[in-house]
């Protein structure tokens, strides 16, 4: 089992940047595959981007260019480095644990309470 925690969520202006942390316990964090999602007031969470334990990453198409994930496996943690960020990338940002590495809510088992993040105009 894995829990998860994330931190480095906060306000900031448009066109700022912010680093997400999440840090594992419990089990082996090298073997899992992670992830981060977002969900806004009122949407449905959305994925943001996925990395396993090689460093091999999937990214959400509308993110590509301004979302970077990367992993410390002798930390176990796994960051979040956004950039050039806008209003609507307001929302909560979840760090997630699974078997594969997949866009998709349903395949990650282990989900952190999340980490508010909001941009101001």
């Known amino acids: 089992q894995v829990q998860l925690v994330e931190s480095g969520g906060g306000l900031v202006q448009a066109g700022g940047s912010l680093r997400l942390s999440c840090a594992a316990y419990?089990?082996?964090?090298?073997?899992?595959?992670l992830g981060w999602f977002r969900q806004a007031p009122g949407k449905e969470r959305e994925f943001v981007a996925a990395?396993?334990?090689?460093?091999?990453?999937i990214l959400g198409e509308s993110l590509k260019g301004r979302f970077t994930i990367s992993r410390d496996n002798a930390k176990n943690t796994v960051y979040l480095q956004m950039i050039s960020l806008t209003p609507e990338d307001t929302a909560v940002y979840y760090c997630?644990?699974?078997?594969?590495?997949?866009?998709?809510?349903?395949?990650?088992?282990?989900w952190g309470q999340g980490t508010q993040v909001t941009v101001s105009a």
């Open positions: 990395i396993d334990w090689s460093g091999a990453k």
């Open positions: 419990g089990s082996t964090f090298s073997s899992y595959f």
């Open positions: 997630a644990a699974g078997e594969r590495m997949s866009p998709l809510v349903a395949h990650y088992d282990y």
